[in-house]
C-alpha cells in the first residue's frame, strides 16, 4: 500500500538555530498529517497535527505546513534546543479509517 | 499518573516458545493499538482495537493475536514466536476512535533466537 516517508534520515541543527525537517507522502486520500517526537529510550509523543484542507498550523515553537500539489509535509521548529534532540515521525491517517501509517524518521541532533 | 504501561520492557526468548506482551492504560480510552518499530521502517500497525471486544488488522498482523476483553488490557500474543519478530513493541491508547493524538507506552524490546 502507500505510505509515508520522509527525506532524510538524519538532521543536524546548530542550537539555537531553525530546523526543518521534511516528510513527503503518497496517499492523496489521507485527510490529516500529523507529527510524532520520540527521545531516546521513550514511545512517540504526539507534537502537532494539520488537516488536509489547510496549509499552515502554529504550535508552541513549531510550525507545520502542508503543499498538498506535491504531496510534502514539513515541520520547522523555531530555535532548536537541545532537548529537541529526538527522532520525529510523520504520520497520516484517512478520516473514516481507524489506522495510522508513519513513515522511517528523521533523527535530529541539535549541537550546542 | 496517567500513563500506558507494558509489561515486560525487555525480554529474550526463543523460536516457538509462546509469549504475552502486556498494555494497560488508565485513562478510560476506547482505541489501543500495537506497533512495531524497526530501524528504517518507523512504526508499523500490528492490531488495533476501537472499544471492548472489537479488534482489527493492522498493517504486520501476521503472527501475533490480541484480545480487548476490558477496556484498560489489551495484550499482545505471540503464539510461537519466530526471529523476524525481533523488534521494539509500542502499545498506544486514544481517548477517541479517530484520534490523532495517541499516547505511547515506553516500548517492549523482544528478542527471538
Known amino acids: 500500500g502507500e505510505s509515508v516517508g520522509l527525506h532524510l534520515p538524519t538532521l543536524s541543527v546548530q542550537e539555537g538555530d531553525n530546523s526543518i525537517i521534511n516528510c513527503a507522502y503518497s496517499n492523496s486520500a489521507s485527510d490529516y498529517f500529523i507529527w510524532y517526537k520520540q527521545e531516546s529510550g521513550k514511545g512517540p509523543q504526539f507534537i502537532i497535527d494539520i488537516r488536509s484542507n489547510m496549509d499552515k498550523r502554529q504550535g508552541q515553537r513549531v510550525t507545520v505546513l502542508l503543499n498538498k500539489t506535491v504531496k510534502h509535509l514539513s515541520l520547522q521548529i523555531a530555535a532548536t534546543q537541545p532537548g529537541d534532540s529526538a527522532v520525529y515521525f510523520c504520520?497520516?491517517?484517512?478520516?473514516?479509517?481507524?489506522?495510522?501509517?508513519f513513515g522511517a524518521g528523521t533523527t535530529v541532533t541539535v549541537r550546542a | 499518573e496517567a500513563q500506558v504501561t507494558q509489561n515486560p520492557r525487555y525480554l529474550i526468548t526463543v523460536t516457538g516458545k509462546k509469549l504475552t506482551v502486556t498494555c494497560s492504560q488508565n485513562?478510560?480510552?476506547?482505541?489501543m493499538s500495537w506497533y512495531r518499530q524497526d530501524p528504517g521502517l518507523g512504526l508499523r500497525q500490528i492490531y488495533y482495537?476501537?472499544?471492548?471486544?472489537?479488534?482489527d488488522k493492522g498493517d504486520v498482523p501476521e503472527g501475533y493475536k490480541v484480545s480487548r476483553k476490558e477496556k484498560r488490557n489489551f495484550p499482545l500474543i505471540l503464539e510461537s514466536p519466530s526471529p523476524n519478530q525481533t523488534s521494539l513493541y509500542f502499545c498506544?491508547?486514544?481517548?477517541?476512535?479517530?484520534?490523532?493524538?495517541?499516547?505511547f507506552g515506553p516500548g517492549t524490546r523482544l528478542t527471538v533466537t
Open positions: 498506544a491508547s486514544s481517548p477517541r476512535v479517530r484520534s490523532r493524538e495517541q499516547y
Open positions: 504520520a497520516e491517517t484517512i478520516t473514516n479509517d481507524y489506522k495510522l501509517s
Open positions: 482495537s476501537m472499544n471492548v471486544e472489537v479488534t
Open positions: 485513562m478510560n480510552h476506547e482505541y
